[in-house]
């Protein structure tokens, strides 16, 4: 069992930027593939970002060059850093932890709100 708890959402105006933390309740030194998805009402869960242990990145066409996600395996922690963030990116972000055959995790969200 994975729990992720997720935190760092919030109010930002446009062209802003924001970080969003995600805490494992366990080791993610092995888990490969570690990833944020969002959803803003009305929309399907979309995958924002994914970084897989060896730090191959992959993103969702619509963040690129404003979104990076890292991970920090000793903290056991991912992070998602949004810049010039706009109005469309405002969704509930979620933490994602592929673990294969022993399961997908998610975590409970956080709001991000990009709004003037």
């Known amino acids: 069992q994975v729990h992720l708890v997720e935190s760092g959402g919030g109010l930002v105006q446009p062209g802003g930027s924001l970080t969003v933390s995600c805490a494992a309740s366990?080791?993610?030194?092995?888990?490969?593939?570690m990833g944020w998805y969002r959803q803003a009402p009305g929309k399907q869960r979309e995958l924002v970002a994914a970084?897989?242990?060896?730090?191959?990145?992959n993103y969702a066409d619509s963040v690129k060059g404003r979104f990076t996600i890292s991970r920090d395996n000793a903290k056991n922690m991912v992070y998602l850093q949004m810049n010039s963030l706009k109005p469309e990116d405002t969704a509930l972000y979620y933490c994602n932890a592929n673990l294969g055959i022993y399961g997908v995790y998610w975590g409970q969200g956080t709001q991000v709100t990009v709004s003037s």
């Open positions: 970084i897989s242990t060896g730090g191959d990145r």
């Open positions: 366990v080791s993610i030194f092995s888990i490969n593939a």
